[in-house]
């Protein structure tokens, strides 16, 4: 059974970056390696704003063909599109000098997909990622699954510093005393040891306290798990699977960063979906169970590999 592999987002913005970077030390001579790099643009921009899943990284003749060269003419768009679509394949042929250089960086090569409709609608073209092949050699191989980020984050207005941010250690300590303050501030008004003299002061304070209370728990999380839940009124949409997880930032000093993901995985024994959550009977680990099988389809969840294996 032939399944499309979903898209994984955070893979295909980093292998794009490198692309445009690499378009930009071998510039574009052929019209083929110039359809090539504006489908490269293109996407990353997509994948780069909000709240735009795989769907949108289509793009028909016509749309490429005004892009370069400043007209719409479909019916010219698509033969200049045919005249120069097996010099745009051999642009993403695994062999590519683009792909050897991005599979020697350690990211995924990119492939280019074109999709044929039938009963007139246009043919579109786009830029993934290259399959993985899936050996099942062994049982166990066959039982491991993977987690793809399908997006990166649909925060409301006030979670928008949350979305990718660097925790050094100053940034941690000051929200970690602000949040305590603000945990111990409700809990005096309770006790009736600080007086606001105001009902609706106290009361705006203890609610304050609560909202306080719940980040410092998922903060205290995020720490010590590397994985935490997105809280669920800082998302525009409702769905599972939303999470913060902790990453390298790259920066020497302060090596610790978080980022909002959204992730999707299927069950490799019953084709389900996976959920996320925490599991009390492994310890509060966030694991991923399968929707209609969760106490026997059960995978241990990295995030940082992006892989899980059966669990029991
Ligand atoms: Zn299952």
Same mark, same amino acid.
């Given at each position: 059974?032939?399944v499309?592999?979903?898209?994984?987002?955070?893979?295909?913005?980093?292998s794009?970056?490198?692309?445009?970077?690499?378009?930009?030390?071998?510039?574009?001579?052929?019209?083929?390696?110039?359809?090539?790099?504006?489908?490269?643009?293109?996407?990353?921009?997509?994948v780069?704003?909000?709240?735009?899943?795989?769907?949108?990284?289509?793009?028909?003749?016509?749309?490429?063909?005004e892009?370069?060269?400043?007209?719409?003419?479909?019916?010219?768009?698509?033969?200049?599109?045919?005249?120069?679509?097996?010099?745009?394949?051999?642009?993403?042929?695994?062999?590519?000098?683009?792909?050897?250089?991005?599979?020697?960086k350690? %990211? $995924?090569t990119? +492939?280019?997909?074109?999709?044929?409709?039938? *009963?007139? &609608? !246009?043919?579109?073209?786009?830029?993934?990622?290259?399959?993985?092949?899936?050996?099942?050699?062994?049982?166990?191989?066959?039982?491991?699954?993977?987690?793809?980020?399908?997006?990166?984050?649909?925060?409301m207005?006030?979670?928008?510093?949350f979305?990718?941010?660097i925790?050094?250690?100053?940034?941690?300590?000051?929200?970690?005393?602000?949040?305590?303050?603000?945990?111990?501030?409700?809990?005096?008004?309770?006790?009736?040891?600080?007086?606001w003299?105001?009902?609706?002061?106290?009361?705006?304070?203890?609610?304050?306290?609560?909202?306080?209370?719940?980040?410092f728990h998922?903060?205290?999380?995020?720490?010590?798990k590397?994985?935490?839940?997105?809280?669920?009124?800082?998302?525009?949409?409702?769905?599972?699977?939303?999470?913060? %997880? $902790?990453?390298? +930032?790259?920066?020497?000093?302060?090596?610790? *960063?978080? &980022? !909002?993901?959204?992730?999707?995985a299927k069950c490799?024994?019953?084709?389900?979906?996976l959920?996320?959550?925490?599991?009390r009977e492994?310890?509060?680990?966030?694991?991923?169970?399968?929707?209609?099988?969760?106490?026997?389809?059960?995978f241990?969840?990295?995030?940082?590999t992006?892989?899980?294996?059966?669990?029991?």
């Amino acid at each position: 059974m032939e399944v499309e592999e979903k898209q994984d987002v955070e893979e295909l913005g980093q292998s794009l970056e490198f692309a445009k970077k690499f378009f930009q030390i071998h510039s574009p001579q052929l019209v083929g390696d110039q359809i090539g790099e504006l489908l490269v643009l293109k996407t990353l921009e997509l994948v780069q704003s909000e709240a735009v899943d795989e769907s949108h990284y289509y793009f028909t003749a016509v749309e490429i063909f005004e892009q370069i060269n400043g007209e719409g003419n479909s019916e010219k768009a698509r033969r200049w599109m045919k005249s120069h679509d097996e010099n745009l394949a051999a642009l993403f042929v695994q062999t590519s000098s683009l792909n050897v250089e991005l599979a020697n960086k350690g %990211l $995924s090569t990119l +492939s280019i997909q074109r999709v044929e409709h039938k *009963g007139g &609608k !246009a043919n579109q073209w786009r830029v993934r990622t290259g399959k993985e092949r899936v050996t099942s050699s062994s049982r166990n191989e066959a039982a491991d699954i993977r987690y793809v980020v399908t997006a990166l984050h649909d925060p409301m207005p006030w979670a928008k510093p949350f979305m990718n941010a660097i925790l050094s250690p100053r940034i941690l300590i000051t929200v970690g005393v602000t949040l305590l303050l603000l945990v111990i501030i409700p809990i005096y008004t309770l006790l009736g040891i600080i007086d606001w003299s105001s009902k609706p002061v106290a009361t705006s304070v203890v609610i304050l306290g609560i909202f306080a209370g719940l980040m410092f728990h998922r903060l205290h999380e995020l720490m010590n798990k590397g994985v935490t839940a997105f809280p669920v009124l800082w998302s525009r949409k409702l769905g599972r699977n939303k999470l913060f %997880l $902790s990453t390298s +930032s790259g920066i020497e000093d302060n090596p610790l *960063g978080m &980022k !909002a993901v959204t992730i999707e995985a299927k069950c490799s024994i019953c084709g389900e979906d996976l959920i996320i959550d925490k599991s009390r009977e492994f310890h509060g680990r966030y694991i991923g169970k399968c929707r209609i099988a969760p106490s026997e389809h059960v995978f241990s969840f990295d995030h940082i590999t992006k892989r899980g294996k059966l669990l029991r």
